[in-house]
DNA sequence: CGTTAATTGCGATCATTGTTCGCCGTTACC
DNA sequence: GGTAACGGCGAACAATGATCGCAATTAACG
């Protein structure tokens, strides 16, 4: 038994260190790709170990050497994706303008690994998304905000990216397949909205079926626009 | 076969229905009631099929002629959940202060039922769901937003109260059980935060370290307000 | 009232998945 | 050169979600 499973309570408390027997033939790093590369084609319900470990031409069991168990592997994966963002938006201008650009930056992400939406969050960052957060300090420079609310913004912030571009994304894959599926929830809410008892719902839909471009422009823009303008503003 | 397999992309499309059969020894709301007892005393894993059938005492085979699968029943306990929301927040005042009131509901929700967090969205609401949002729009009266941007501000001030609870309940967790974990993680931050590439993390730590309640008040009421001074501002 | 058809309950069962155990070969350290 | 630790991996286990088919039951229909 490897300490894998019995001590760190965290990936990246238990680094690869080089021992006594044999050089592992893989890395965490290739793993994880290979991880990624199948959630990118099946999503993430198809990562399982046994579909990994074919991926990287070895047996299931083989990869507890490098893993303890599938949540850490599914955290390898998002941390190594999170390493794809670029660094982005530390240019001039005012805080706003650069927290968009690092938003803008997180909806690619998001676009390219849709499976990120499925991650579950996990207590302890990741390299990269420590990186991620140093360099959202770093554009957060001049907010009238003590260090430690930065954090707190920081997290609001990057939790509104992850929600706009859960429903962008979730949006897309309703428009995919189903038009039958659009039919029978558009059947659903037309009732709904016609039982009297949900006036300002029908109101709503009503309003946003008559002017589906009313608001024009991107809604990820607008929202972010609010958002950061909330998050911002003079404590 | 039941109908429950094949047509009907969603529960709330597939009501309850009177056939000719036998009557049904169980409701859904039976179903839902004995899965969230389940959640709430061993979380939302202990909910599994066998686990639930057993607690109205049944096999697992006969919760399938109430349920189409395992993410359904789980959307039936989120809705039934969702049902204990008071309907409160729809007095005088302003529009802030009344989705405020909402979001201090959506956070005992969360409290008391923290298996929530882990229920993953899904793109059909139950009936309870519309009720909120219902209640949200009734909240926004006389916020200057047409109709359509509307629902997208309720998404976004639901997100965030989610996101918020989520923040609050892992710091529980955390807090409980493991000093141990606590020490690890510490040891991690530091090391990460001394090893001088991440000077605004460092400085950012080092503030709250230093100062632990220095952002007096509720991390919660916070948050929400800047957030609702963002999402409510004119558009 | 007898027939029919639809529906429920459920035991048995299958496929899949995460995970563990034990053995063997390999490699670095003393 | 011995030894102790380590990696690879085949085999297996427990748990879970889900399916199938059959018997029992009841409402609708003539």
Same mark, same amino acid.
């Given at each position: 038994m490897?300490? *894998?499973?019995?001590a760190?309570g965290?990936?990246?408390?238990?680094p690869?260190?080089?021992g006594?027997g044999?050089a592992p033939e893989?890395s965490?790093?290739?793993?994880?790709? %290979?991880a990624i590369?199948?959630?990118?084609a099946?999503?993430?319900?198809?990562?399982?170990?046994?579909?990994? %470990?074919?991926?990287i031409?070895?047996?299931?069991?083989?990869?507890?050497?490098?893993?303890?168990n599938?949540a850490?592997?599914?955290e390898?994966m998002?941390?190594?994706?999170?390493? &794809?963002l670029?660094?982005?938006?530390?240019g001039? /201008?005012?805080p706003?303008a650069?927290?968009l650009?690092i938003?803008?930056?997180?909806?690619?992400?998001?676009?390219?690994?849709p499976?990120?939406?499925?991650?579950p969050a996990?207590?302890?960052?990741?390299? *990269?998304?420590?990186?991620?957060?140093?360099? =959202?300090l770093?554009a957060?420079?001049?907010?009238?905000?003590?260090?430690?609310?930065r954090? &707190?913004?920081?997290?609001?912030?990057?939790?509104?990216v992850?929600? =706009?571009?859960?429903?962008?994304?979730?949006q897309?894959?309703?428009?995919?397949?189903a038009?039958?599926?659009? /039919? &029978?929830?558009a059947?659903?809410?037309?009732?709904v909205?016609g039982?009297?008892?949900?006036?300002?719902l029908a %109101? %709503? @839909?009503?309003s946003?079926a008559?002017a589906?471009?009313?608001?024009?422009?991107?809604?990820f823009?607008?929202?972010?626009?609010?958002?950061?303008?909330?998050? @911002?503003?003079?404590?």
């Amino acid at each position: 038994m490897s300490e *894998n499973t019995s001590a760190g309570g965290s990936v990246w408390l238990r680094p690869d260190r080089p021992g006594r027997g044999p050089a592992p033939e893989h890395s965490r790093a290739e793993i994880a790709t %290979a991880a990624i590369a199948l959630a990118g084609a099946s999503g993430l319900a198809a990562v399982t170990m046994r579909s990994v %470990a074919a991926a990287i031409g070895t047996g299931p069991s083989s990869l507890y050497r490098y893993v303890a168990n599938r949540a850490e592997l599914v955290e390898l994966m998002a941390d190594q994706a999170r390493g &794809e963002l670029a660094a982005d938006g530390t240019g001039p /201008g005012e805080p706003a303008a650069r927290l968009l650009t690092i938003a803008r930056e997180g909806l690619v992400l998001y676009r390219r690994h849709p499976w990120l939406l499925d991650v579950p969050a996990t207590p302890v960052p990741g390299p *990269n998304a420590i990186a991620f957060i140093e360099h =959202c300090l770093t554009a957060l420079t001049g907010v009238d905000q003590p260090a430690a609310a930065r954090l &707190e913004t920081i997290a609001l912030f990057s939790g509104a990216v992850r929600l =706009c571009a859960q429903a962008e994304v979730e949006q897309r894959r309703a428009g995919r397949g189903a038009a039958q599926w659009q /039919g &029978e929830l558009a059947a659903y809410l037309t009732q709904v909205a016609g039982d009297g008892r949900h006036p300002h719902l029908a %109101a %709503a @839909l009503a309003s946003a079926a008559g002017a589906p471009a009313a608001g024009a422009g991107d809604p990820f823009e607008r929202a972010m626009a609010k958002i950061l303008a909330g998050l @911002l503003s003079a404590r």
